[in-house]
T-cell receptor, first 113, second 113 residues
Framework: AQSVTQPDIHITVSEGASLELRCNYSYGATPYLFWYVQSPGQGLQLLLKYFSGDTLVQGIKGFEAEFKRSQSSFNLRKPSVHWSDAAEYFCAVLSGNTGKLIFGQGTTLQVKP | DVKVTQSSRYLVKRTGEKVFLECVQDMDHENMFWYRQDPGLGLRLIYFSYDVKMKEKGDIPEGYSVSREKKERFSLILESASTNQTSMYLC????????????FGEGSWLTVV
């Protein structure tokens, strides 16, 4: 069955520190992968997506993610976190040809001053 | 920019009431989706639609129905609201095909008392 796992429910980092949010997927074919961010009380904003090609994908707000097929992972990274990055982050995989997204449980990021 | 608009951001309804959540997109997208978001569970798909008057059940359709009379509008209906339907509801849309980004609305917070 298709699924997405985000092992970390909650992460706290200091402002200026580097960040890595983990995402593992289970999918039979080539996955189409996404990271979304959700600020409190808001909808989801797309950070980046991977469909094919270069496995290192650049997104908005200084984020990047690396697709590793051998590890079934699509981890999100940022070299230096800003206080405004505090939010909930969702990894998702596109399900087949249906256009539906399967989401992980989400990771809440807290940024310490 | 794609705009997905959910007309009601915050609603409080009584148990047993019929509830309508409205969603409009302005990009002529074929696909529209309704997700429900709950803490620790991520986003779960309730219903989706590929075209006018077409609908498909998602993962958790029980207690919900949908209507798509016009391409730009996708309504979620709770026939008889219950307290376990208290949640955040997110509408989304995407253009046709399998490799397209899904865009989300701001969300509707529904409390059933």
């Amino acid at each position: 069955a298709q699924s997405v796992t985000q092992p970390d429910i909650h992460i706290t980092v200091s402002e200026g520190a580097s960040l890595e949010l983990r995402c593992n997927y289970s999918y039979g074919a080539t996955p189409y992968l996404f990271w979304y961010v959700q600020s409190p009380g808001q909808g989801l904003q797309l950070l980046l997506k991977y469909f094919s090609g270069d496995t290192l994908v650049q997104g908005i707000k200084g984020f990047e993610a690396e697709f590793k097929r051998s590890q079934s992972s699509f981890n999100l990274r940022k070299p230096s976190v800003h206080w405004s990055d505090a939010a909930e982050y969702f990894c998702a995989v596109l399900s087949g040809n249906t256009g539906k997204l399967i989401f992980g449980q989400g990771t809440t990021l807290q940024v310490k001053p | 920019d794609v705009k997905v608009t959910q007309s009601s951001r915050y609603l409080v309804k009584r148990t047993g009431e019929k509830v309508f959540l409205e969603c409009v997109q302005d990009m002529d997208h074929e696909n529209m989706f309704w997700y429900r978001q709950d803490p620790g569970l991520g986003l779960r798909l309730i219903y989706f639609s590929y075209d006018v008057k077409m609908k498909e059940k998602g993962d958790i359709p029980e207690g919900y129905s949908v209507s798509r009379e016009k391409k730009e509008r996708f309504s979620l209906i709770l026939e008889s609201a219950s307290t376990n339907q208290t949640s955040m509801y997110l509408c989304a849309s995407s253009s046709g095909g399998s490799r397209n980004t899904i865009y989300f609305g701001e969300g509707s917070w529904l409390t059933v008392v």
